[in-house]
T-cell receptor, first 113, second 116 residues
Framework: QKEVEQDPGPLSVPEGAIVSLNCTYS??????FMWYRQYSRKGPELLMY????GNKEDGRFTAQVDKSSKYISLFIRDSQPSDSATYLC?????????????FGTGTRLTIIP | DAGVTQSPTHLIKTRGQQVTLRCSPKSGHDTVSWYQQALGQGPQFIFQ???????QRGNFPDRFSGHQFPNYSSELNVNALLLGDSALYLC???????????????FGQGTRLTVV
């Protein structure tokens, strides 16, 4: 069993829809939870991070962490064609820059104009 | 400020050959991590270098080795290439935190390695 599970999709939604992306994990030692966006032929870029449980909002993006269920989510409101990319969840045990990141497989998202 | 730069962008190698990939971190960043991303998969941690030493290592065989230079740039070497080594190799640049505080990993564009 992988430490981090993520539905690979692909997921296609119409422009303006709310998108929900999810990951589950098995290692209860994870404390930092991140979402990366990766455009085709590019490296991942950090979208949001959350420490421990709770919600965090940044513009159209909301990240949620439920440590009791070992479940994290990313919501995208008013989705735009420019949001079309692969979304990767990632986790680490400690200060996430210095610690290794454990990634999900990524969900390929397409926003249809 | 230049971001993380990796070279080459693409390369094709034959099974059994050796390859060296290069990474220059962001200005002022002292830590480099390497990841392997197979097609349709998430990145997998190979190892991390700090102060010219390997600080952490993932579940990769000894065929994968690395080096960090005094200017913080880094190399990833892979010996005896296998077809399964075909992947996007990502370098992440980090400014190591001191006594707490969040630090962020910035990724380069990657080197796409094809083994034939």
């Amino acid at each position: 069993q992988k430490e981090v599970e993520q539905d690979p999709g692909p997921l296609s939604v119409p422009e303006g829809a709310i998108v929900s992306l999810n990951c589950t994990y098995s290692n209860s030692a994870f404390q930092y939870f991140m979402w990366y966006r990766q455009y085709s032929r590019k490296g991942p870029e950090l979208l949001m991070y959350t420490y421990s449980s709770g919600n965090k909002e940044d513009g159209r993006f909301t990240a949620q962490v439920d440590k009791s269920s070992k479940y994290i989510s990313l919501f995208i409101r008013d989705s735009q064609p420019s949001d079309s990319a692969t979304y990767l969840c990632a986790m680490s045990h400690a200060n996430f820059g210095n610690e290794k990141l454990t990634f999900g497989t990524g969900t390929r998202l397409t926003i249809i104009p | 400020d230049a971001g993380v730069t990796q070279s080459p962008t693409h390369l094709i190698k034959t099974r059994g050959q050796q390859v060296t990939l290069r990474c220059s971190p962001k200005s002022g960043h002292d830590t480099v991590s390497w990841y392997q991303q197979a097609l349709g998969q998430g990145p997998q941690f190979i190892f991390q270098y700090y102060e010219e030493e390997e600080r952490q290592r993932g579940n990769f065989p000894d065929r994968f080795s690395g080096h960090q230079f005094p200017n913080y740039s880094s190399e990833l070497n892979v010996n005896a290439l296998l077809l399964g080594d075909s992947a996007l190799y990502l370098c992440a640049s980090i400014l190591s935190g001191t006594g707490g505080g969040r630090t962020e990993a910035f990724f380069g564009q990657g080197t796409r390695l094809t083994v034939v």
